[in-house]
């Protein structure tokens, strides 16, 4: 079992950067792939990147293909999403998810096992 906590999350001007982090305790974490998904109010779970470390596997969703950069340090069970170029429709609640089975339907969130809490995200125009 692997537990999750997101932090980096806050309020930024459309434009600006943030880093989100992704800590992670419980054993084994270098072999879970991490994916990162966010939820706006009143809209359904989004995909936004996946990492497989075990396998070299990185994959985005087009919408922040160019923009977020997902890594992982497995030195300190952190995986961390940098997002770039922050607009006010990336408002939303971000969670990390950890996949113990590797699913290649890596934008399903429902594949995930473990989930963080959410950090909240708020780009002002």
């Known amino acids: 079992q692997v537990q999750l906590v997101e932090s980096g999350g806050g309020l930024v001007q459309a434009g600006g950067s943030l880093r989100l982090s992704c800590a992670a305790s419980?054993?084994?974490?270098?072999?879970?792939?991490i994916g990162w998904f966010r939820q706006a109010p009143g809209k359904d779970r989004e995909f936004l990147a996946h990492t497989n470390w075990s396998v070299g596997r990185t994959s985005y969703a087009d919408s922040v293909k160019g923009r977020f950069t997902i890594s992982r340090d497995n030195d300190k069970n952190t995986v961390y999403l940098q997002m770039n170029s922050l607009t006010p429709e990336d408002t939303a609640v971000y969670y990390c998810a950890a996949d113990q089975t590797w699913t290649m339907e890596v934008w399903d969130h429902s594949k995930y096992d473990y989930w963080g809490q959410g950090t909240q995200v708020t780009v002002s125009s």
């Open positions: 419980g054993r084994l974490f270098s072999s879970y792939a």
